[in-house]
């Protein structure tokens, strides 16, 4: 399974941005798929998740309310969403998926066995 990030940016302080992971490759036993970030310094943090097939989604609470992560089954992608930013939000955003992870394991990134490229979101007026 291959993962290919795109967006991100330059975003203002309660403005949105639009991050997008392009999955190919064998797909068809994923399970779940996730946007991990890291700001400069700090540990790698989990962002949302979605199921793969069912479409439940997860979010961390720093982002509840704000960001929206969506299937778009046509492009084999998962779109993330930002709505609200704020200066904390900027971070390297990574994609990352797994054909097992549990629900229970699932804000641990050592449970993803795939990952994209990080893409930067820098959020400043």
């Known amino acids: 399974v291959q993962l290919q990030a795109s967006g991100g940016g330059l975003g203002q302080p309660g403005g949105s941005l639009r991050l997008s992971c392009a999955a190919s490759?064998?797909?068809?036993?994923?399970?779940?798929v996730a946007w991990f970030r890291q700001a400069p310094g700090k540990e790698r943090d989990f962002v949302a998740a979605?199921?793969?097939?069912?479409?439940?989604?997860y979010y961390a609470d720093s982002v509840k309310g704000r960001f929206t992560i969506s299937r778009d089954s046509a492009k084999n992608a998962v779109n993330l969403q930002l709505n609200a930013l704020r200066p904390e939000d900027t971070a390297v955003y990574s994609c990352?998926?797994?054909?097992?992870?549990?629900?229970?394991?699932?804000?641990?990134?050592?449970?993803?066995?795939?990952w994209g490229q990080g893409t930067l979101v820098t959020v400043s007026s």
């Open positions: 990352a998926a797994s054909p097992s992870v549990i629900l229970s394991n699932l804000r641990n990134h050592n449970a993803y066995a795939y």
């Open positions: 490759g064998d797909t068809f036993g994923l399970r779940r």
């Open positions: 979605i199921d793969w097939r069912g479409g439940n989604t």
